[in-house]
């Protein structure tokens, strides 16, 4: 970082919160933006409405994320009006996209950065005030790799660890490579300090995050760098859950699936984005396996992990699909079972190669395929949850994940393979982070129920300091297949 760059202290104590749309990448870089602002001397603001500075993570990839924006925006416009010295600041991948059509659509914006420079938000909020003027600022190449970064975690029991941004594929939906640029791998040995860091600090689970995991180590030559990131995961003490998101078919090899055979804190969970079961569409996707090698790999990883949850993203109604090319998705995914699924209409998303194809389908068409899809895929994850009653499972306690709970006076959390299970914790008093073992008394179509008596209970240094004065516990988990406490996107960025 060059000295333009250093962020001045803030003078006097000024109030920040982040807003984060989208996927995981912007759930791991708000956290940057937060640590960054905290380190700048901005404290977290007690409400969203109170806050001195609003932040935007922004995505482009949802349909109408811009007008999303702009609406939000134009919410915000009387209120810096009522409140002088406001900051509002836009960044991530539609910052990235619309530059400074930003603060010529909504000129009380204060600044816009964008995914490659997400370290020079303070400086850029110190310039705008300092300079009374608007401040636009996007790198076309990654300056600083965010993890680098310093972080306000959300959570005290999980954490998010990049292990590369940016993706060398390019898929024809996917507004990835534009905005975040080609793939850029973290060296091995500081994705493992991150994680010796966060285990150190009591965190018991860790998601490794990239556009593309299983092509890691394409940068600097070693084809089988994610399978020894797994492995050398594996042999950090304390370290109790790993997962990974979101790998490719393309680049899925046996020596990844042995080791997550191999690596017992790599949880049974496979998150692997289908995105179509016809060949015929997947080559319009411009992706380059074939459904018979999707499910070759699905095999391989059920040889080896009987239990492992495979979870998917699908994308129904691609340009050009036919009825028959829907149908060859209704097979896959019947002969696939996966524990659960994302569905996504297609929708045109400005700035992608599909947005120009001809024979872009009816709304009406679209929607009656995707009802029988979710139909489908709700049948097979019931039965698969109904198969797992009667079984026992670990569940690390979440905060935030079971909506009802305070109603059903239970506790939620995520069984090893990412199941979401929501249990009774009757006289004990157990808190997220904590971690117990419970038999599962009702599968039902999204979520498993335990009813009965705590079988084991842990307290955990992750559970003593999720409850420490000073400590929200508003927080966040990584979820089930592809994590997010947040509105998870797909069909790019998130996943691959
Ligand atoms: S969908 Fe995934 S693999 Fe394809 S271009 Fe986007 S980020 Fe890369």
Redesign the pocket.
Known sequence: MDASCQAYPVTVSRSYTVRTYGCQMNVHDSERMAGLLEEAGYTRSATDDSADVVVFNTCAVRENADNRLYGNLSHLAPVKRERPGMQIAVGGCLAQKDRAEIVRRAPWVDVVFGTHNVHALPVLLERARHNAAAQVEIAESLEVFPSTLPARRESTYAGWVSISVG?????T?????AL?GTEKDRRPGDVLAEVQALVADGVLEVTLLG??VNAYGVEFGDRQAFAKLLRACGSIDGLERVRFT?P?PRDFTSDVIAAMAETPNVCPQLHM?L?SGSDRMLRAM??SYRSSRYLSIIDEVRASLPDAAITTDIIVGFPGETEEDFQATLDVVAAARFASAFTFQYSQRPGTPAADLPDQLPKAVVQERYMRLVALQEEISWAANRALEGRVVEVLVAAGEGKKDSATHRLSGRARDGRLVHFSPGDAHVRPGDVVEVEISYGAPHHLVSDAALRSHRRTRAGDASVAPGRGTGLGLPGFGAPAPLPVTS???A??
């Open positions: 993706c060398n594929n390019t898929c939906f996917c507004i990835v490579p975040r556009q593309n979101s490719h984005p995105q411009r992706r069909g790019c960025g996943t691959s």
